[in-house]
């Protein structure tokens, strides 16, 4: 294996998967930098489950996290590595836990045990990489499926540490507007 370190990025410049030089203040390095940061916190709340099936869903989309930074670190794709499939998967799998899980009514508060509280931390990257992605698809709509695929994450996030916390038996705690 070679070394780590390469020297290429100390000017200040990266190369994409593509093989294009771009600043490292680029916007897709910013977007594929906080899927990075997302897939790595997604470690942590893998690190606590204490359910195999939370750890099995956890890795399943962390892999996928690594298509989708391809596809925003490809410049002239040839080829999608996140598609309507990926994102029907979510879908599915958020009407899966939904079924099991009490209708929500009101806001919660996000927590609980500490996988689902890392959950709703990645949940909260996941939004941000979304929002930077959009500056993203103001240029190149043919990015359009990855925001989609962003967007239905981040809901997903939030069912799964819904769900893990169904698991453990853990309350959620309920938002009152009322409330002084």
């Known amino acids: 294996m070679a070394k780590i370190y390469t020297k290429k990025g100390d000017s200040g410049k990266t190369q ?3 093989g294009e ?12 930098g906080t899927i990075d940061e997302l897939t790595s916190f997604l470690s942590i709340a ?3 489950s204490k359910s195999e099936e939370i750890i099995s869903k956890i890795k399943k989309i962390q892999k996928k996290l690594f298509h989708l930074s391809t596809d925003f670190a490809t410049l002239k794709r040839k080829k999608e590595f996140v598609s309507e499939k990926d994102i029907k998967y979510l879908e ?4 899966l836990m939904s079924e099991k899980l009490p209708p929500q009514k009101s806001f919660i508060i996000p927590g609980g045990s500490k996988t689902s509280s890392f959950l709703q931390v990645a949940r ?8 930077k992605a959009s500056i993203l698809l103001e ?20 069912l799964l540490a819904r769900y893990n916390n169904y698991l453990e038996g853990i309350r959620e705690e309920k938002i009152d507007f009322e409330e002084k």
Request: hydrophobic share 40%.
């Open 46 to 48: 893998s690190a606590f």
């Open 16 to 18: 994409l998967f593509s």
């Open 124 to 131: 909260t990257i996941c939004r941000r990489a979304e929002r």
């Open 21 to 32: 030089t771009v600043k490292k203040s680029d916007i897709r390095l910013e977007v594929y």
């Open 92 to 95: 599915d799998e958020m009407d």
């Open 139 to 158: 240029d190149d709509s043919s990015l359009s499926i990855q925001m989609k695929f962003l967007n239905r994450l981040s809901d997903y996030l939030f």
